[in-house]
């Protein structure tokens, strides 16, 4: 439940609807990806009502998705799957081949690649930060830290004039 200014014990921050919004399309997105990995016979557009028919059930789902962002992620996602596939299996090489990474972090993995290739105008910080925070949905935290380092080697190698470089030492 979210506070309002009115409460005493309000949040210092402002709650800004339109991340949040953007938050749960991310998590909806990978939600479909992964279902529709588990069993392609529903179709996708199927798979994206259904997450937008939730509106908030759970507690922890106080908005519905941005429903254009949700579908772009989806729908690009399985769009461009076999290309995805491709760059995500040549990225890991042999640390973790399809049989052997579970289906909720191939999805979430997916879905980031999708939104580094074809939302140039998205920072690849920001990706990191928003599929790490989907990640902590679904992963136990030594498989969050392994997203946020597939992701961040995946962002410095599509992107690397977009990523922030460590300071060289003396």
């Not at 759970?58 to 908005?63: E, G, I, M, R, S």
């Not at 999708?114 to 990640?135: F, H, K, M, N, S």
Request: glycine fraction near 4%; aromatic fraction near 6%.
């Amino acid at each position: 439940m979210f506070m309002t200014s009115e409460s005493p014990t309000a949040p210092q921050q402002p709650y800004n609807s339109s991340l949040v919004k953007k938050h749960m399309s991310r998590i909806a997105a990978v939600q479909c990806i992964y279902a529709s990995l588990m069993d392609a016979t529903t179709p996708l557009p199927t798979l994206i009502a259904l997450q937008l028919e939730q509106k908030g059930e759970d507690a922890w789902l106080p908005k519905t998705p941005d429903k254009k962002l949700l579908q772009g992620i989806v729908l690009g996602t399985s769009e461009m799957h076999k290309a995805l596939n491709a760059r995500l299996s040549e990225s890991l090489g042999e640390r973790w081949t399809g049989t052997r990474m579970p289906l909720v972090m191939r999805a979430l993995l997916l879905c980031a690649l999708y939104e580094a290739l074809y939302t140039p105008a998205l920072r690849p910080i920001i990706i990191i930060d928003q599929y790490v925070g989907v990640a902590d949905v679904f992963l136990d935290d030594p498989d969050i830290g392994f997203v946020h380092g597939v992701l961040h080697e995946l962002m410095h190698s599509l992107r690397p004039k977009d990523m922030p470089h460590a300071p060289e030492t003396p």
